[in-house]
Nanobody, 120 residues
């Protein structure tokens, strides 16, 4: 399974950005997909996850601002980022896994990451 992200870039505080991720290869085995991020001086943290049935989880820091959606026909997920803040600056990684038991962990397939920078 290959996972490829797109859509990162520079955005101003309060602006919007949309990240996309597509899985290819043995995608019939994929159930859940999610986004993590890593910022300087911090460890990797879950941003949001979604199962094949549409169940979602979000980090408290992005609830109400970010929305994760899924296109099962295209094996893709999209992270809509609204009202961004400087703390959202990070490398964002898309991830995928074969189960939906815990959307916050257990991802085995990872993309290369895409940089998101929020300017104030």
């Amino acid at each position: 399974v290959q996972v490829v992200e797109s859509g990162g870039g520079l955005v101003q505080v309060g602006g919007t950005l949309r990240l996309s991720c597509a899985a290819s290869g043995s995608v019939v085995s994929i159930d859940s997909m999610g986004w993590y991020r890593r910022s300087p001086g911090k460890g990797r943290e879950l941003v949001a996850g979604i199962s094949s049935r549409g169940a979602t989880v979000y980090a408290d820091s992005v609830k109400g601002r970010f929305t994760l959606s899924r296109d099962n026909d295209k094996n893709a997920v999209h992270l809509q980022m609204n009202n961004v803040i400087p703390e959202d600056t990070a490398i964002y990684y898309c991830a995928a896994k074969q189960d939906s038991y815990d959307l916050r962990s257990g991802y085995g397939y990872w993309g290369q990451g895409t940089q998101v920078t929020v300017s104030s």
